[in-house]
């Protein structure tokens, strides 16, 4: 019997190894596509967590023991559900509160670390690597942030002047000057968090919050630098930025 043409047998063979290579070559392009779309998911959660982190600092009372904010606990809600709806993965359901690990008689204190952390479930399409990375093709992707409170009292002292203005007095006397403003000297707030630091910057006489920058930091946070040398007599209206 002739053999086959030699043409034909090749086409054959490449048919073949065709065949054996495409489900490898499909199963890479699933993986890649899966990874993608958990690294940018996680890029997004990450994201949405800050968002939740920054909004609790800036809404501590909402959170309060004694009187909680239901209307802010709520805008929260909503804020947290509105980022997270672009992400492909399943959120927790209600929206897990921000913790406040260091809270004071059930207050949130101005410097107090605030922490929001969320747990997305991501679907994995590629059937072998969910069976492996995840339960029941699930696989859970967590992020966090945390933020300093930056609205409300600095331990226990509420945020105002700490000197009263005076009130003006009519001059004896058509030639006398105004008095000068306050001065204050400057404190060392370097390797203080952010609580004692503000009350040391209080207690000097000055009337205005620190400035953290940037407000983002992890448990324990300690001021590492500071805008203005300590000693340095500034107006008591002065504000100083630190750093960790």
């Not at 019997?1 to 030699?6: K, V």
């Not at 959660?45 to 023991?65: C, F, H, I, T």
Request: hydrophobic share 40%; charged share 10%.
């Amino acid at each position: 019997m002739p053999s086959a043409p030699h043409g034909r047998r090749s086409r054959g063979q490449s048919l073949v190894e065709f065949t054996l290579v495409l489900p490898i070559l499909l199963l890479l392009i699933l993986v890649g596509l899966d990874f993608g779309r958990v690294f940018l998911g996680w890029v997004e959660l990450n994201n949405v967590v800050r968002e939740a982190a920054n909004y609790a600092a800036s809404n501590p009372n909402a959170w309060n023991s004694n009187t909680p904010d239901v209307t802010a606990q709520a805008a929260y809600q909503q804020l947290v559900t509105n980022d997270a709806s672009g992400i492909n993965c399943t959120m927790p359901s209600p929206v897990p509160t921000p913790a406040f690990p260091d809270g004071v008689n059930g207050s949130h204190p101005i410097g107090e670390l605030v922490t929001a952390s969320f747990t997305c479930q991501f679907r994995i399409i590629t059937p072998v690597i969910s069976n492996i990375v995840g339960t029941n093709g699930l696989l859970a992707v967590s992020a966090s942030a945390a933020f300093p409170v930056t609205n409300g009292a600095i331990l226990g002292i509420p945020i105002g002047p700490a000197i009263p203005t005076p009130t003006p007095t009519p001059s004896a006397s058509p030639t006398a000057s105004p008095s000068a403003p306050p001065t204050c000297s400057v404190p060392n707030l370097v390797g203080e968090g952010p609580g004692p630091a503000q009350n040391d910057w209080t207690k000097a006489g000055f009337t205005t919050p620190i400035v953290f920058n940037p407000l983002e930091g992890t448990p324990p946070y300690k001021i590492g630098s500071q805008s203005t040398i300590p000693g340095t007599i500034e107006l008591c209206s002065s504000t100083i930025t630190v750093a960790k």
